[in-house]
T-cell receptor, first 112, second 113 residues
């Protein structure tokens, strides 16, 4: 089945710095690449996603880049704020497109 | 608020018991997904239903089963509960077909004692 890895597992930055989280996946048939943010005790929230026919997508301070050849995609957060502190999950879809396979998560801490 | 609802919010039960978790998808969504989140296993995909039919199975134990009803709400049944089944159970919904965006409900926290 799909193997999904995220790096780093924890990331600490100062407010205003940028943060980058990388996700590698194994299934070359994956064609949908979302990122979810989960605050403590809350539901995972979809924050940005990209499809395989697009290389980059941006939404205000967050962006996702995709390298299909190398089978990885990354989340970029600029001008980080304390409220960005959360666990971030990548979740590429499986070959059949019937499920998302979640990475183990990256805990981002933004200190002011 | 994602529009996905789950009940109950919390459930405490004993080993060996059976429980039912309920999920109502967003209006217009035909797909429902169930996930288990525990500290050591992360978010594990359990099962996916689309318009009443099972579409995909993930790491779902044989003691667990699910169904999606004609009104599109879904139930996850967990039986012969063990201590290790204690976790957060989320459902998510999506439009389905080629629309893959999934929106999560608030979750049900299950504690097995």
């Amino acid at each position: 089945g799909e193997n999904v890895e995220q790096h780093p597992s924890t990331l600490s930055v100062q407010e205003g710095d940028s943060a980058v989280i990388k996700c590698t996946y194994s299934d070359s048939a994956s064609n949908y690449f979302p990122w979810y943010k989960q605050e403590l005790g809350k539901r995972p929230q979809l924050i940005i996603d990209i499809r395989s026919n697009v290389g980059e997508k941006k939404d205000q301070r967050i962006a996702v880049t995709l390298n299909k050849t190398a089978k990885h995609f990354s989340l970029h957060i600029t001008e980080t704020q304390p409220e960005d502190s959360a666990v971030y999950f990548c979740a590429p879809n499986n070959q059949a497109g019937t499920a998302l396979i979640f990475g183990k998560g990256t805990t981002l801490s933004v200190s002011s | 608020d994602s529009g996905v609802t789950q009940t109950p919010k919390h459930l405490i039960t004993a080993t060996g018991q059976r429980v039912t978790l309920r999920c109502s998808p967003r209006s217009g969504d035909l797909s429902v997904y169930w996930y288990q989140q525990s500290l050591d296993q992360g978010l594990q995909f359990l099962i996916h239903y689309y318009n009443g039919e099972e579409r995909a199975k993930g790491n779902i134990l044989e003691r667990f089963s699910a169904q999606q009803f004609p009104d599109l709400h879904s139930e996850l049944n967990l039986s012969s509960l063990e201590l290790g089944d204690s976790a957060l159970y989320f459902c998510a919904s999506s439009v389905g077909r080629t629309r893959y965006e999934q929106y999560f409900g608030p979750g049900t926290r299950l504690t097995v004692t």
